[in-house]
């Protein structure tokens, strides 16, 4: 088969790594691809937006499969371009439809869709610049600390944690008024403070059966302790520690059940990843947040311990005998540690020579913001690697990505040495 791979960061690298561990992958093409990327399959300089550009790809190179690596992409509708082909509708696209994707796409179209299928989540309100006043109203009713979203797109970055009610209606006015994330915020969902501990489940799904895959808890802040400002993920930790049989039962039967059943009764096209981010409340799972693909940093971490054939999972998914597969994952315990530029979230240089990599041998690394250029690898994103280990358990997994990463240079670099750090 011929694969194209839309994306351009680690999450990609860990897709390419293990699309091209199957033998049913004759050539991996990525779009746009990274300095990891190019290491198992061709990079081809195509935007994951430009669907023209990919539709004119696809039917230029035989292309037999797509896999959509980011959000963008699925929230833009690329499933539903390529299937409106004639060409090219029979081609299986890895993704959920627009319509699908809206999910992670629209904080108030998931959070009346989990309203509508009775599923766990928190309470909570939207407003625009419409009832902006209500909002403040509705935030005076509150009890600090007070959730606000952003409902759509912020790069991860559209959520605010108040700890006043004045810094909420300051917040909610920026988000609104001010468009402090741009169009994203030109809607807020106002939502009830959850306490507890945070943990992600991905499910691969034909839109008809599902299957679990790893979990994962990623860590956000940019400081050790959990300190600091977000970021896209700071690195995470597989399996999670709390996740036992009893509260995964519930994940399954009180949401991701539900969730397929939604999709099924409200006509939605999805095949592809849903992933699902909980807040364990006292050992009950309440949904923060789903998203319409792989998370990043969770994939590095997820991929490398899915012992199966990716590929032939895909091929079932797209034929809807989802149910027939078996995914093989590793019992061992993983931490994934992202190495980032310096000043990251914030402002941050480029450019900067990579080296050490072939010193590293008992982890994989996975390139995020990387790029060839003159013949050296440099730095070329906020995040630049995400390094994988394996152990016995998750301190010796960590302590391994740590050792790896000590190995590894580039001005500027940084990284949290403490992932994993509750469960010590």
Same mark, same amino acid.
């Given at each position: 088969?011929? +694969? &194209? &791979? ?67 992409? /699925? ?12 060409? @090219? ?9 627009? /319509?699908?994707?809206?999910?992670? $796409? ?65 917040? &909610? ?9 741009? %169009? ?9 403070? @959850? ?36 970021? $896209? ?15 995964? %039962? ?17 006509? +939605? ?7 699902? $981010? ?47 597969? +078996?995914?093989? +994952? ?54 630049? /690697? ?5 152990? %016995? ?19 500027? %670099? ?11």
């Amino acid at each position: 088969m011929n +694969i &194209l &791979l839309l994306g351009s960061g680690a999450r990609e690298h860990a897709f390419a790594r293990k699309i091209t561990e199957s033998p049913l992958c004759s050539k991996l093409y990525i779009a746009p691809g990274n300095a990891g990327t190019a290491m198992h399959g061709e990079n081809v300089a195509i935007g994951v937006n430009d669907f023209a550009d990919i539709e004119k790809f696809a039917l230029n190179n035989q292309i037999d499969m797509i896999v959509v690596g980011p959000d963008d992409p /699925l929230v833009n509708g690329i499933y539903d371009y390529l299937k409106a082909n004639p060409l @090219l509708n029979k081609i299986p696209v890895i993704g959920p439809s627009k /319509l699908g994707a809206t999910l992670e $796409g629209s904080k108030s179209f998931a959070k009346r869709f989990m309203a509508k299928h009775n599923i766990p989540t928190a309470a909570y309100q939207e407003f625009t610049a419409e009832n902006l006043e209500q909002g403040f109203a509705y935030i005076d009713q509150q009890t600090p600390p007070i959730v606000l979203k952003a409902d759509g797109l912020a790069l991860g970055k559209g959520v605010l944690i108040c700890e006043t009610k004045e810094e909420a209606k300051a917040e &909610l006015r920026e988000m609104i008024s001010n468009a402090k994330f741009g %169009k994203a915020s030109a809607k807020v969902v106002i939502e009830q403070f @959850l306490k507890g501990i945070e943990f992600s489940v991905f499910v691969l799904t034909d839109g008809m059966n599902y299957k679990i895959l790893p979990d994962a808890k990623d860590y956000k802040r940019i400081g050790e302790g959990d300190k600091g400002l977000n970021t $896209g993920g700071m690195g995470c930790i597989s399996p999670v520690p709390f996740l036992d049989d009893v509260l995964m %039962k519930k994940v399954e039967e009180q949401t991701i059940i539900p969730t397929i059943r939604g999709l099924q009764k409200d006509n +939605i096209v999805y095949q592809g990843f849903i992933y699902i $981010g909980f807040m364990n409340v006292n050992g009950e799972p309440y949904v923060i947040e789903y998203n319409c693909r792989m998370g990043d940093p969770e994939t590095e971490i997820v991929f490398p311990r899915i012992k199966s054939d990716l590929v032939k999972h895909f091929v079932a998914l797209a034929e809807g005998r989802l149910q027939d597969e +078996i995914i093989e +994952i590793d019992s061992r315990a993983a931490a994934t540690v992202i190495v980032a530029s310096g000043g990251y979230p914030e402002s941050f240089e480029k450019g900067k020579e990579i080296t050490g990599l072939d010193s590293v041998k008992d982890s994989i690394v996975f390139h995020a913001g990387t790029k060839m250029e003159n013949g050296k690898l440099v730095t070329n994103g906020g995040r630049v /690697l995400a390094v994988t280990s394996f152990g %016995k358990d998750i301190q010796e997994a960590v302590a391994k990505s740590n050792a790896s990463i000590e190995k590894i240079n580039f001005e500027g %670099k940084y990284y949290r040495r403490d992932i994993g750090y509750e469960f010590k």
